[in-house]
């Protein structure tokens, strides 16, 4: 297990590299102007431009200087500092203020997907084939189908303006209840894919060979569904669910911005209307890092659920 | 005695499945063969299914529209005038005007052709890649499979949002062209790794039948083999995956254009004309909601699509 | 040639208080979308408190269908049960309700299944597996329940039962996992054990060590046995009967001894001959000709003559009834006696 965790470890840092690596030579690299295309097509005042050539050490050229100036932005990023946008505000602090609403506004979008999706995910497994399965299949398929910026938009003018169940935007203190909306817009997606997961891996789980078993042990049948079958089909969905808590988080920039929530997602979306290339860099290499150490924790969550991969 | 009890197994499972003929030719699904083979099953399956028979209808209906979009409406999307902002349907515009006085219905018409473009061309590109990573992995195996494999881990771990808000941002600048190729060009790239692995699979299934061995045997080189037995068999999966990754990358390109580093004015494109109705939403919603209408169903068309002939293709995920 | 007489099996005397478990004219039928296959097509055999009954076949001829039907534990749908009757100590297990079944299952007839990887549930320790039996059934306690555990797993001969308790299924070698499945069987003591090709997925060593243990288990425990398989190899040792079963009918049923010294069946025969010989030099080994029938398609009258070398025109328009010869034994063959003095020779 541990051998396990630090191999995981290994790879992760390899990744974490590779990932930032990529990101920051897709942002400075052979570039004419650097800073012009950080900055877009906004005009660049001098103080921003002497700020930016100091920050990311844009005075420093070459194939070398590419690679100091590299390691310095992941120092930078590893010690927590962003450095500024071009408004001029710390990243850290916007970041800040922003990571405790998305991860609200993610959880409760987890909440639903496993609320609805696994639920319904493993009663449509067990009544294979039923008229609930065979609805929840083609509903799903319409879920999945939608992209989130139909979805998001018909739902903030349908429930929100036109009938105002919800309240249409969350403003900068969001209730719980203005996060309800935007956070089942942004989970049905996970748990129309949590709901098939749920349903393939139950159905399959009941044909098991040790299904046979447990009927012949003269279990009833409740106990090899809810202990036997359910152990066994979980271990997939929840895996799922963890790596989909990470997309989530970063992945919540559409739903933000529609909404106007103001959490990391809606900062990264603002920051690419506004072509704050420092914020847009700085936000998606914080994301990044989100989204690997969830997969890390998915695989060792994966390793602690299923002894076949903890004793490998 | 154990042969017999493989011998009878085998058996079993053919007079099970009615086997004939190697699974998922695409050339075989139309033709009528008197043992039900697996393409055969699979096409009298998609006959009777009418998620198959609408969402196909769908995709003629769009690629039409992407064609000829003046067949389907007299008007032109770029002819606005403020004067008529907001105004509603009437003979001359059946859906009414936008926030800049054009002719709703007319600009979602003219947006499927962008849509549908950067979607084929992106899938097209994936194919390519995906066949050809894929191929060689399967085939090859080995250090070649290795390697490939862990490419494929890593692009799989890369979020494609991320990355294409990245990738986007250095063409932001840049002219139509040059953005509608970038756009394709980042779906392409984030988006080969599902296919390939599918390919993958099924080519390692097909280099072991027994029809390749014999292949080989008589002296059959490499190339040959790939391109005669192995490639068949791989299509069939490819271009499931691939129809479904198709309306993915429709709307993913919406997304783009909609968060404003996709296609931009003077193109029209349903994600940016989405995101122009939300803003005014309040004012008229016909402008958010029509093109919403046209990229979803156009997206769920296509995945629809996959999705019955996957399920056709593959009986046991019943 | 119309046989006078229908008989069910009397391959041995009924004794007065009715057999353990007796199998009575058993049809069942797989209805799926391709079609209905008849698997069981009137099975009857029976097994008193203490004996071993042997059930060979191949694949699909229904000895696991059978089984399964006994422990009421076949998949509905596709399997119905069309005709027939289980009697357990007299009482038909068709007629009882899920939960009498139920109670039924583990604590008066246990079974084991052929591979004991995917048979044991792959996220559980065995203890825990061996245990939840005692404890859901027995009401048992954790800690007696983790007792009697090890108690059952050294009488399986598990090495260092106590250390391996924890241990989950595939950190066991195949045989191991074996013993696992039985000492779960056993927990709740159970009257007969259906041991359901216990031995297939095991190396040949292995193999005889484990059925030397289910048969040293089943005279110390006094239990009685049904051993499903498809090897004669396997069954000489421990079987007192043998019921050869083909196309979902018992076709022989015969003590082991006169079954091995002259089969009475063509098929039996036929297993019998494709067995390799070591006293027998530089001789072709024998085939049974063709494949085993179509469920879907049985072919009409004896169900074996495309592949029998006997068979003649009756065989195609009549079922043969199983004929009983001289010493208990049944055969449903029109030439029965000819097949007997034929191998006895």
Request: overall charge positive.
């Amino acid at each position: 297990m541990f051998r396990f965790i630090l191999r995981r470890l290994l790879q992760m840092v390899l990744a974490f590299f590779g990932t930032t690596l990529i990101v920051y030579a897709l942002m400075f690299a052979g570039q004419g102007d650097p800073i012009q295309a950080l900055a877009g097509e906004r005009p660049v005042t001098a103080a921003q431009r002497a700020y930016l050539t100091e920050k990311y050490h844009l005075d420093a050229t070459g194939v070398g200087g590419f690679f100091y100036r590299y390691l310095d932005y992941v120092k930078n990023l590893l010690q927590g500092d962003l450095g500024q946008s071009l408004t001029g505000r710390q990243i850290g602090d916007i970041l800040q203020q922003a990571w405790p609403v998305t991860v609200r506004l993610a959880l409760i979008a987890l909440a639903v997907a496993i609320l609805f999706g696994v639920t319904a995910g493993v009663i449509a497994g067990i009544r294979r084939a039923s008229i609930f399965d065979n609805s929840t299949l083609v509903l799903t398929l319409l879920v999945l189908g939608i992209p989130t910026i139909v979805l998001a938009p018909l739902a903030q003018y349908f429930l929100g303006v036109k009938w105002q169940l919800f309240p249409p935007t969350a403003g900068a203190q969001p209730s719980l209840y203005a996060l309800l909306l935007p956070g089942i817009v942004l989970g049905s997606l996970s748990l129309a894919t949590a709901l098939r997961l749920t349903r393939t891996s139950v159905a399959e789980n009941l044909r098991a060979d040790y299904v046979r078993t447990a009927r012949s042990k003269g279990l009833v049948k409740r106990r090899i569904v809810s202990v036997h079958v359910l152990r066994n089909s979980l271990i997939p969905v929840i895996t799922f669910l963890g790596v989909e808590l990470g997309n989530l988080m970063s992945g919540a920039i559409i739903t933000e911005g529609v909404f106007n929530i103001p959490g990391v997602g809606f900062n990264l979306f603002r920051g690419i209307r506004t072509e704050d290339g420092p914020l847009v860099v700085g936000i998606v290499s914080v994301l990044v890092v989100v989204y690997l150490i969830s997969n890390l924790v998915v695989d060792v969550l994966y390793a602690v659920l299923d002894p076949r991969i903890r004793y490998e | 005695m154990s042969d017999f009890e493989t011998v009878a197994a085998t058996e079993n499972q053919a007079a099970r499945r009615g086997v004939s003929g190697e699974p998922g030719t695409p050339n075989q699904v139309g033709a009528p063969q008197k043992p039900r083979s697996l393409a055969g099953d699979a096409w009298r399956d998609l006959r009777r299914n009418p998620i198959f028979w609408i969402s196909l209808g769908l995709v003629v209906l769009f690629t039409a529209m992407a064609a000829v979009p003046s067949l389907f409406t007299g008007n032109d999307p770029r002819d606005c005038l403020l004067s008529r902002q907001h105004a509603g349907p009437s003979g001359a515009a059946i859906l009414g005007y936008d926030f800049q006085g054009c002719d709703v219905y007319a600009r979602a018409v003219y947006g499927t052709r962008a849509s549908l473009l950067v979607g084929a061309l992106a899938a097209l590109a994936t194919g390519v890649i995906a066949l050809l990573v894929g191929m060689l992995a399967g085939y090859f195996g080995g250090w070649v499979d290795a390697v490939l494999s862990r490419v494929i881990d890593i692009v799989l771990g890369i979020p494609l949002l991320l990355a294409a808000i990245v990738l986007l941002k250095r063409v932001s600048t840049s002219s139509d062209n040059v953005r509608l190729f970038a756009v394709i060009f980042v779906l392409a790239v984030l988006g080969w790794t599902t296919a390939a692995r599918v390919v993958r699979s099924s080519v390692i299934t097909a280099k072991e039948q027994d029809y390749v061995a014999a292949a080989r045997m008589l002296g059959a080189g490499n190339g040959r083999i790939m391109w005669r037995h192995i490639l068949p068999n791989a299509l069939a999966p490819a271009i499931v995956v691939l129809t479904i990754a198709l309306g993915s990358f429709i709307a993913a390109e919406a997304t783009l254009s909609f968060l404003g580093i996709g296609l931009k004015a003077p193109t029209i494109s349903w994600g940016q004309d989405i995101d122009t109705g939300r803003i005014h939403m309040r004012e008229s919603a016909t402008p958010l909601i029509v093109p919403s209408a046209f990229l979803a169903l156009t997206v769920l068309a296509f995945i629809m699509l996959g999705d019955a002939i996957r399920d056709a293709f593959d009986p046991k995920l019943r | 040639m119309t046989q006078s007489a229908v008989q069910p099996t009397p391959a041995s005397p009924t004794p007065p208080g009715g057999h353990l478990l007796d199998v009575r004219d058993l049809h069942i039928e797989f209805r799926t979308r391709e079609g209905v296959a008849k698997v069981i097509n009137g099975v009857s055999y029976h097994l008193d408190p203490g004996e071993t009954l042997a059930v060979l076949g191949e694949s699909g001829s229904g000895k696991s269908v059978t089984a399964q039907a006994i422990m009421g534990i076949l998949d509905t749908p596709p399997a119905h049960i069309t005709a027939g009757q289980i009697l357990y100590q007299g009482q038909d297990l068709l007629t009882r309700s899920e939960e009498q079944r139920r109670q039924v299952r583990g604590k008066e007839i246990a079974m084991i299944f052929q591979d004991a990887l995917s048979a044991l549930n792959p996220v559980f320790p065995v203890g825990w597996q061996i245990g939840e039996t005692l404890r859901q059934r027995e009401g048992m306690s954790r800690a007696d329940a983790r007792r009697r555990a090890v108690e059952l797993m050294d009488l399986v001969k598990i090495p260092a039962a106590a250390k391996r308790l924890g241990d989950y299924p595939h950190q066991f070698s195949g045989g191991m996992r074996q013993r696992v499945m039985i000492a779960m069987a056993l927990a709740l003591n159970p009257k007969v054990l259906i041991a359901d090709e216990p031995t297939t997925a095991l190396d040949v060593t292995v193999q005889a060590q484990i059925m030397d243990l289910l048969a040293d288990l089943r005279r110390d425990l006094n239990m009685a046995m049904i051993l499903i398989t498809h090897d004669l190899g396997v069954v000489a040792g421990v079987a007192d009967r043998i019921a050869v079963m083909y196309a979902g009918r018992i076709v022989e049923h015969a003590d082991v001894r006169s079954l091995y010294r002259a089969p009475a069946h063509p098929y039996t025969k036929g297993l019998l001959e494709s067995i390799p010989r070591l006293d027998v030099r530089g001789q072709a080994l024998a085939t049974i000709k063709g494949l085993p029938p179509n469920l879907m398609r049985i072919p009409s009258g004896c169900p074996f003559h495309p592949r029998c070398p006997y068979a003649q025109q009756v065989c195609v328009d009549e079922v043969p009834h199983d004929l009983v010869l001289g010493d208990g034994r049944t055969s449903a063959c029109h030439f029965a006696q000819e097949v007997r003095d034929d191998s006895a020779r």
